[in-house]
Every structure is written in structure tokens, then in C-alpha cells.
């Protein structure tokens, strides 16, 4: 009996040009370059995940830094009013010693000349 010889097959019509060793290699290398390009894509959201997390945070800390600066102010804005209302009381007061003043000192320069006698008319 002879020997079988085994049969090349025939180029399918989407194996390139060449043999199915090219075909093996090229689709080994879209298979790598696939796999990177999917590395690449996960590493990417992963970081994209990161950023917004720490994103978050940062707001997070923002937002009770901004409340605190509002409940300074709000102290602030209280202190504030007290401070004025009481140097509105020490000018007040200050005119009133000053107007006081004016006045005892009308009266002391009035009433003593009003004790002389009158001139005789002669």
C-alpha cells in the first residue's frame, strides 16, 4: 500500500496571501495589540474611577470648610452689631456729658449776673 501524502488545503478566502502561518502570526499580533489596547482601557477607567473618588472627596472637604466659613461669619456678623451698638451707646453718652456740660455752663455764666443790683440811674 503507499504512502498517503497529506494534502496542502487550499487557501480559504480569508486567509491572506501566504499560507495560514502569516495568518497565525497576524492574528496573534491583533490579539496582543487587542489585549494592550484593553489593558490601556481598564487602566484608564480605573484612573478615571481614582480622580473621581478623590473628586468627591475634595468636594466633600470643600463643603464643611464651606460651612465653617459660614458659621464664622454668621459669629462674625453678631459680633460685629454688639461692637457697634456699643460705641452707638459710648457716643451717645459722650454727647450727653458734652451737652451737659454746655448747659451747666450756660447756667453758671447766666444766673451769677443776674444777682448784681441794677444801676442806679442818675
Not at 1 to 26: Q, W
Not at 61 to 73: C, F, P, R
Request: proline fraction near 7%.
Amino acid at each position: 500500500m503507499p504512502a498517503l501524502k497529506a494534502r496542502a488545503r487550499p487557501p480559504a478566502p480569508t486567509d491572506p496571501p501566504g499560507g495560514s502561518r502569516i495568518a497565525r502570526t497576524r492574528s496573534s499580533s491583533l490579539l496582543t495589540i487587542s489585549s494592550q489596547q484593553i489593558d490601556e482601557a481598564t487602566n484608564t477607567m480605573q484612573n478615571n474611577m481614582m480622580l473621581a473618588s478623590q473628586r468627591g472627596e475634595n468636594l466633600d472637604s470643600l463643603q464643611n470648610k464651606t460651612d465653617n466659613l459660614a458659621t464664622q461669619a454668621d459669629g462674625f456678623r453678631r459680633g460685629a452689631n454688639r461692637v457697634r451698638k456699643q460705641m452707638w451707646w459710648k457716643d451717645m453718652k459722650m454727647r450727653m456729658c458734652i451737652i451737659i456740660g454746655i448747659i451747666i455752663l450756660l447756667v453758671v455764666i447766666i444766673v451769677p449776673s443776674g444777682e448784681y443790683p441794677a444801676m442806679p440811674h442818675g
